[in-house]
């Protein structure tokens, strides 16, 4: 009986952990357009970060998908002290967020984002 409760606790917490980490997947807005995100990270961020741009080179490649997903959860900026919000709207930074998250580096098709 004492292993049946084992296995039914672990089971459950499982489960639990399971949810947690779809619902976190879900943005309030949907999923982003990944197309989309691309364009407007080169449009928007690519100006300040490239190699040797004064916010340095930043491509899918330089977080992995967990810290790009922290990153607009915190929705800081450096550049900017209002935070994201106030670079692009939030329908883009979620098409941008997709892109990033995607293509990140421990994702199934990292890659750089091109010129």
Known sequence: MRIFKLLFSITIGLCCASLLIVAKDISPLGKGNEAKGRYYFRQTCKECHTKGAKGGEVTPLTKT???????????????????????????????????????????????????
Request: charged share 20%.
């Open 65 to 115: 998908m967990a810290q790009w997903r922290l990153y607009f959860t915190k929705g800081r900026h450096s550049g900017v002290a209002e935070g994201l919000s106030k670079v692009l709207t939030p329908e883009q930074l979620n098409d941008v967020e997709t892109f990033l998250v995607n293509h990140a580096a421990d994702s199934p098709q990292p890659e750089t984002c091109g010129k």
